[in-house]
C-alpha cells in the first residue's frame, strides 16, 4: 500500500477514530455532569458522520442541471436533509465553540430550483415574479413555509441543549430572513426579517416589532455588533443603533 492509499483510508475513518483515546482521556478527568455533555457532543458527532455515510450511497446525478454544477458526494438527496444536516453541524460548531459565527444561505435567491418534494415542478426563481397570480403566490407560500419549517428545527436544536442557567438559543443571536421583500417586483423594503435568541440576555424576543420606513438593515447588524463586543461606527449604509431589542 502506498502513502496516497494510506492517506485516502485515513480521510476515509471516523473523525472520532482519531480522538477516542484523547476522548477517553479527557473523560477520566471530568466530572460528572462534563462527561454527560462531552458525550452528547460525541454522540452527535457520530450520528451526523452516519448521515453523510447514507448519503453518499444515495443514487442520484453527478450534475444538477437546475443547479448547473457537479453535486459532491456526502450532499443528501432529501433537500430538507441536507438543510437539516448543515444545521446540526453549526450546532455542534457553537455548542464546542469551535466558531461563532456562521452563514447558511438555505437557496440561490436566484435559483430556478424546483420544490417537487412539496408538488411544486416550477421553478422558484419563476414562480417569486408571480404577476399576483393566486395559483403561483400559493406555491411560494408553500415554499416559503418549507424553509421557514426548517428554520424552526434549526433554532429547536439550539434551544435543546443546556448552556449555564438557559440553553445554547438563549446565548445566541440568529438572524434569518431574505434580502427581498417581494420578489415580483424586486423591493427591498419591508424585509422580513426575524432575530431570534435572547443574545446573552440583550435581547427580549418573542415579539413583532415594526421600524420607520427607509431603516438600514445594517442598523440591525450593528447592534447585534455591540451585543458581541465589536466596536463599529458604521456598517454599510447603518445611520445608527436599533432601540427596542431589549424591553
Not at 450532499?75 to 444545521?87: D, F, G, K, T, W
Not at 446565548?171 to 417581494?182: F, K, N
Not at 458581541?228 to 447603518?238: H, R
Amino acid at each position: 500500500v502506498d502513502e496516497s492509499q494510506r492517506r485516502r483510508a485515513a480521510l476515509n475513518k471516523s473523525i472520532l477514530d482519531f480522538i477516542s483515546d484523547d476522548a477517553s482521556k479527557l473523560q477520566s478527568r471530568l466530572g460528572k455532569n462534563d462527561v454527560r455533555k462531552l458525550d452528547e457532543y460525541l454522540t452527535g458527532v457520530r450520528e451526523i458522520e452516519r448521515r453523510i455515510e447514507r448519503s453518499e450511497s444515495d443514487s442520484r446525478p453527478e450534475a444538477s442541471e437546475e443547479l448547473g454544477y457537479p453535486i459532491p458526494k456526502g450532499i443528501p438527496e432529501e433537500y430538507a436533509e441536507h438543510i437539516r444536516l448543515m444545521s446540526d453541524i453549526i450546532v455542534l460548531a457553537f455548542q464546542t465553540d469551535t466558531t461563532r459565527v456562521a452563514s447558511f444561505m438555505f437557496a440561490n435567491a436566484g435559483s430556478n430550483r424546483s420544490y417537487r418534494e412539496l408538488g411544486i415542478p416550477d421553478g422558484h426563481h419563476s414562480l417569486s415574479h408571480h404577476g399576483n397570480d393566486p395559483k403561483k403566490l400559493s406555491k411560494i407560500s408553500d415554499i416559503n413555509r418549507f424553509h421557514v419549517a426548517q428554520f424552526a428545527y434549526f433554532l429547536e436544536r439550539l434551544k435543546s441543549i443546556p448552556e449555564g442557567e438557559g440553553t445554547l438559543l438563549d446565548h445566541s443571536m440568529i438572524c434569518y430572513g431574505s434580502a427581498l421583500s417581494d420578489g415580483n417586483r424586486h423591493n427591498n423594503e419591508d424585509l422580513p426579517i426575524l432575530l431570534a435568541g435572547g443574545g446573552g440576555g440583550s435581547i427580549d424576543p418573542g415579539r413583532h416589532i415594526r421600524f420607520e420606513q427607509e431603516t438600514p438593515m445594517c442598523n440591525l447588524f450593528l447592534s447585534m455588533l455591540d451585543r458581541v463586543g465589536v466596536p463599529a461606527d458604521f456598517i454599510g449604509d447603518s445611520t445608527g443603533r436599533l432601540s427596542g431589542l431589549k424591553i
